[in-house]
């Protein structure tokens, strides 16, 4: 089970801080991803972290403004994110998979979404 928090409204140019938190023992086993879904929009990838942590994969939009990491002594994944753009408003998912990919079908266990939501 996922629970993602941290979601909020903040002006442009802010920042804020998501964490995903996971049940059970094998959350190293997972690798770990950010979506988010704006409205009337298709969910699409934000960043992915491998299960290790040492390897980080970002879509172009986000990059150099979004950073994933985790701790996983505290089943944790955390998205920090800087400069945010009203364009960055949607829902966003935590999501645990097998494959160090992009492709949100190949996830197998995905939060319940928290809010962003960036004023201009």
């Known amino acids: 089970q996922l629970q993602a928090y941290g979601g909020g409204l903040v002006q442009a140019g802010g920042s804020l801080r998501l964490s995903c938190a996971a049940s059970?023992?094998?959350?190293?086993?997972?690798?770990m991803g950010w979506f988010r879904q704006a409205p009337g929009k298709e969910r699409e990838f934000a960043a992915a972290?491998?299960?290790?942590?040492?390897?980080?994969y970002y879509a172009d939009s986000v990059k150099g403004r979004f950073t994933i990491s985790r701790d996983n002594a505290k089943n944790t994944v955390y998205l920090q994110m800087n400069s945010l753009k009203p364009e960055d408003t949607a829902a966003y998912y935590c999501?645990?998979?097998?494959?160090?990919?992009?492709?949100?079908?190949?996830?197998?266990?995905w939060g319940q979404g928290t809010l962003v939501t960036v004023s201009s």
């Open positions: 999501a645990a998979g097998r494959t160090y990919t992009r492709w949100p079908h190949a996830y197998d266990y």
């Open positions: 059970g023992r094998t959350f190293s086993s997972y690798v």
């Open positions: 972290i491998s299960r290790s942590g040492g390897t980080t």
